[in-house]
């Protein structure tokens, strides 16, 4: 699955690691929807480093099309809570 993560970059990131980043994602989005912004920085930083720990970094030359997209490290909770789909940021 190719994750970017707006304004850094693309990683490539296995399948087998989905599950795992779903359920950082949850917490995730139970922090937007508590407007609890302690949680939701941490929850958001854990995905972020989730991605970058388990996925490839795709060279910025690759044009690839990206499975999923995440909001950069800065994202503020009302940024998120408009990406936020049915299923998390992290559909599945």
Known sequence: MIVRILTEGQWDVPDRHVDALN?????????????????FRDGLARLLDAVREAGERVPDDSLLDSDLI??????????VRELLGEDGLIPG
């Open 23 to 39: 359920e950082i994602d949850a917490s995730v989005e139970r922090a937007v929807d508590t407007a609890d912004e302690t949680a």
């Open 70 to 79: 995440l909001p950069p490290a800065d994202a503020t909770v009302e940024e």
